[in-house]
């Protein structure tokens, strides 16, 4: 599973400082996991899946693709997002996604009011 990770942070683009923040995880974690000293946790491999959309059967097994086929429209979009790091775009948008979801509910509303009306400037 160590090359399987380290497989997936190369094709994600990142290092391993910033895989390891995107996962809330210290990159000494991320490179004794890599070079096999450490094992995964459950909810490490979960996070993993469900950060990335990355088929478990893949990490877990090494069957199957990398990751799971979208399932709609928006889902592929996330995917793209994920996978397109040097996007300067797509890292806006995750960007302001990480810290949506980090504000509190009132703070939220306030960002979805901007986003809305700068989507409405595009029209």
Known sequence: MNERLKSLR???????????????????FIAQIESGKRNMSERTIIDICEKFNVNEEWLREGTGSMFNPPEDERAAYV??????????????ITDFMEVYLQCDP???????DFAKKLLNKKK
């Open 79 to 92: 995917s793209y997002l994920l996978e397109n790091v040097d996007d300067p775009i797509a890292e806006a």
């Open 106 to 112: 009132k703070s939220k509303i306030i960002l979805q």
């Open 10 to 28: 190369n094709h994600l683009g990142f290092t391993q400082i910033q895989f390891a923040e995107r996962l809330l995880l210290s990159q000494n």
